[in-house]
């Protein structure tokens, strides 16, 4: 059975136990210890019962997706499953932690079910761009309703063991936390009352509704975006409900091995990844984090009030500062809002919004009471000179040791920390907003930063449920440096002929979730407009200037929060609209610049696009904001909506080719002079035949 399984027998009960920490993955080895434990147990006469366990922190925690890629080694979860499934005795699966993918799997393959509180049971393959290719929907379908089969297999979101009983997925809720205990005393009771195996295989499939197909179908697609395993997760689960169990089992796998072929599920794969390893710094190995329980937050406009509550929703204490009581007083409404609509969307007790609104929130006017604090965060208006005052004031008043943090956006964090006496602990928290809901956080490091400030960064952003990517200093670090850039080559394309329009329809096909014109008015048109200000005196006086964008913002057109941007809002209730004006600004400009327009197709609006990004985010990495490839691919991911399905702009580069991107580069260079130089980084590894991952080490 290998080191990973053991096999116990006491009382006619025998215990398969497996330990492959950290999470239970379904290696080849615990499969074939597993299943060399279940044929010991059952060629034992004694055993009249196998409860399966995993011991650690979780029960199975689905296939292991390090050995995706490699050659599949036998034995195979489907026919593990199987004969579990197989088995003349009663199998119960005794579960806690997580019960996920393969892992749940395994678990419908037993013949009963039973969890101890907390334990949470997902089919989470579809966020891998696969399906459950281990009978997972062909079981499902046969415990569960079938619309909450199909919508669990098809988003992949985890139930809680409440409703999984309710559902019907587990048979009983354990009353103590150990799971193999629960697992046992369950066994004793269904040998006691003479049960047999009960077969999910063989019982029959629950049915959907023509309309519910309908809504379901309609739903899946529209979340997906472009992502392919969604529909084929549908596929699976109307194949279980139309095919006997066998050929269910056929079908599920012949989907299965296209989805595992196919580059959306190697861009997911490389997701997953990448957002555990982001966080493994060279600087920060094997140092100590700074403890951080009391954090100051300086501002209590929307990104103060966001950085306090998400700071409150993982427990930290807080201390917000305004300028004056009845700015401390909107900050406090706002924070005691959003806690209220994390009530309203279940994440958060009524009770527990009043205990820490209570015990571990408080304003005040007097920088004095951030004394005790452990950290404190600036989120005041992006002005240097503001910044430079609180930083000096807080130096003056935070305790030794104490962390300085900046959330700006853009500005020379090495400037701000100049202005303290402890440049080594002031670090750049460049949180995305809404603060308390996007998942990014761009940790900055300054020229003086201490390690263990850094490393308290990355503790900060895994207690805030964040992910956090290092980046250098430049303006606009990693995410917003880039955003700039390809935004340029977005206006570009729209002065030489593409409405604003097309280019968003052209790239909402691609898989955003918003076209840049729409997120520009959601966002408000007067930041970019205040930013093209900014950097007036960097313009390369050969870039081409969109100045239709300025000239909305001259008339009071910011976007969706005044009624008009790119497109029309007429109701409020967000639907936007062309707008026929907005055309004719900008066939103005183009006259004006004595540009001929020209039609652009959707597929170079996305080359363009693309081209423009990875240039970009090469040079990023090659000036070392971003560690490594892998880290830009995470900040866009996670903080600019970036398709998920296709990994990144990186990883989709090294799908599509650097060779490609370079021919794009100088094919668009004739028409944009952003597009005037390849980034070094590009060349050299296009030259040697190299893969931007070649360098995610
Ligand atoms: N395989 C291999 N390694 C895994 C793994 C897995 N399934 N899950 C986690 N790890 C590694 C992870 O890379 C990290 O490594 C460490 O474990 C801790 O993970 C046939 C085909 C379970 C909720 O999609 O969702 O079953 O960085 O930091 O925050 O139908 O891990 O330390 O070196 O995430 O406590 C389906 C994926 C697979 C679950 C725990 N299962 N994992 O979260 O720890 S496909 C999944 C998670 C499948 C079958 C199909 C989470 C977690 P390192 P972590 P965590």
Redesign the pocket.
């Known amino acids: 059975m290998g080191n990973l399984v053991n096999l116990t027998l006491d009382d006619g009960i025998a215990v398969v136990r497996v330990d492959n920490p950290?999470?239970n993955?379904?290696s080849h080895a615990v499969r074939a210890g597993l299943r060399d434990g279940l044929r010991a147990a059952l060629n034992n006469p004694q055993t009249s019962a196998v409860v399966i366990f995993c011991a650690g922190?979780?029960f199975f925690?689905?296939?292991?997706?390090?050995e995706?890629g490699q050659r599949p080694q036998a034995p195979f979860?489907?026919d593990l499953i199987s004969e579990i499934e197989a088995a003349p005795v009663p199998v119960i699966a005794a579960m806690h932690g997580?019960a996920?993918?393969?892992?749940l799997?395994v678990a419908l393959g037993a013949h009963y079910r039973v969890a101890v509180k907390g334990t949470r049971f997902g089919?989470?393959?579809v966020?891998?761009g696969?399906?459950?290719?281990?009978g997972?929907t062909q079981r499902l379908p046969r415990l569960f309703p079938a619309a909450d089969a199909a919508r669990l297999i098809t988003g992949g979101k985890p139930v809680e063991t409440h409703a999984a009983l309710s559902l019907g997925l587990i048979d009983r809720i354990g009353s103590s936390n150990d799971a193999c205990a629960e697992g046992v005393a369950f066994a004793r009771e269904l040998i006691a009352a003479g049960k047999e195996p009960r077969r999910v295989g063989s019982l029959p499939c629950n049915q959907l509704e023509p309309a519910e197909l309908e809504a379901i179908t309609a739903e899946t697609a529209k979340a997906a975006r472009g992502a392919t395993a969604p529909l084929a997760c549908l596929e699976a689960v109307k194949a279980a409900m139309t095919l006997p169990f066998g050929e269910g089992l056929k079908k599920e796998r012949a989907l299965?091995q296209d989805l595992m072929a196919s580059d959306e599920s190697k861009a997911l794969i490389h997701a997953?990844?990448a957002e555990?390893?982001v966080g493994?710094l060279p600087e920060a190995e094997s140092v100590e984090p700074r403890a951080i329980r009391r954090v100051g937050v300086v501002g209590g406009g929307t990104m103060g009030a966001g950085i306090a509550v998400s700071a409150l929703l993982s427990g930290l204490d807080v201390t917000l500062a305004e300028r004056d009581e009845a700015a401390a007083a909107k900050a406090a409404a706002s924070v005691g809002q959003m806690l209220g609509n994390a009530v309203d969307r279940g994440k958060l007790a009524g009770t527990q919004r009043e205990a820490i609104l209570a015990a571990s929130f408080r304003t005040t006017t007097c920088f004095e009471d951030f004394a005790p604090a452990d950290l404190v965060i600036e989120a005041v208006f992006e002005s240097m000179d503001v910044k430079k005052d609180v930083f000096t004031r807080l130096d003056q008043v935070c305790r030794p040791g104490a962390i300085l943090a900046s959330n700006t956006s853009y500005l020379d964090l090495n400037a701000i920390a100049a202005m303290t006496s402890r440049p080594q602990d002031v670090i750049g928290l460049h949180f995305f907003s809404p603060a308390h809901v996007m998942r990014l956080l761009e940790v900055v490091v300054g020229a003086e930063t201490a390690p263990d400030a850094v490393a308290s960064g990355f503790a900060l952003a895994k207690r805030l449920k964040k992910v956090a990517v290092r980046a250098g200093v430049c303006d606009g670090f990693i995410g917003n440096r880039i955003l700039s850039h390809y935004s340029k080559a977005v206006y570009g394309m729209v002065l030489a002929g593409a409405s604003p329009y097309a280019v968003d329809r052209a790239l909402t096909g691609f898989g955003l979730a918003m076209g840049p014109f729409a997120v520009g008015d959601l966002a408000g048109l007067d930041i970019g407009w205040a930013n093209r200000k900014r950097l007036a005196r960097y313009r390369d006086p050969h870039e081409l200037y969109p100045e239709f964008a300025d000239r909305l913002c001259e008339l009071g057109r910011f976007g969706r929060k005044s009624g008009r941007g790119f497109y029309i809002y007429e109701d409020g209730a967000g639907r936007a609209r062309p707008d026929p004006e907005v055309e004719e600004i900008i066939a103005a400009e183009r006259a004006a610049k004595g540009i001929t327009p020209r039609s652009i197709g959707e597929k170079d609006i996305i080359s363009r696009y693309m081209a423009a990004m990875v240039n970009e985010a090469a040079r990023v990495v090659g000036d070392g904001i971003a560690l490594r490839p892998l880290d830009v691919d995470v900040t866009l991911l996670n903080g600019y909506g970036f398709p998920r399905w296709r990994g990144g702009p990186m990883h989709y580069a090294d799908t599509i080719g650097l060779d490609q991107i370079l021919q794009d580069i100088s094919r668009f260079h004739e028409e944009d002079p952003i597009f005037w130089q390849p980034a070094p980084l590009l060349e050299r590894l296009a030259a040697e035949g190299r893969t931007f991952a070649s360098l995610n080490t």
């Open positions: 950290p999470v993955a379904l922190r979780s925690s689905g296939a292991d997706i390090r995706f979860l489907p997580n996920l993918g393969g892992g799997e089919l989470p393959e966020s891998l696969l399906l459950p290719g281990a997972g299965f997953f990844f555990r390893q493994k």
